[in-house]
């Protein structure tokens, strides 16, 4: 897979870790965001127009929450 991608979580989120570790069963390298820790990641977060996390970017498109049959469909 050729597309980046960017994983929006936060330190004491459940979802953000059950995707984190889906992820990463499935091989997908991917940079993980903490805008518990990186402000810099929650504005970015909050620019696209999201509040909660997880937010996964994957090229183009974006999946709010951990839905893992959207995170099948795009990475195919």
């Known amino acids: 897979m050729n597309k980046e991608v960017v994983v929006y979580s936060s330190t004491t989120c459940h979802y953000c870790k059950v995707a984190k570790e889906y992820l990463n069963e499935k091989g997908i390298e991917f940079i993980e965001k903490n805008v518990s820790t990186d402000m810099d990641a929650r ?10 996390v997880p937010v996964i970017q994957i090229g183009e498109e974006t999946v709010e929450g951990f839905n893992k049959a959207e995170l099948d469909r795009i990475l195919g």
Not at 43 to 52: A, N, Q, V
Request: proline share 0%; hydrophobic share 50%.
């Open 43 to 52: 504005k970015e977060l909050m620019k696209m127009g999201f509040m909660g």
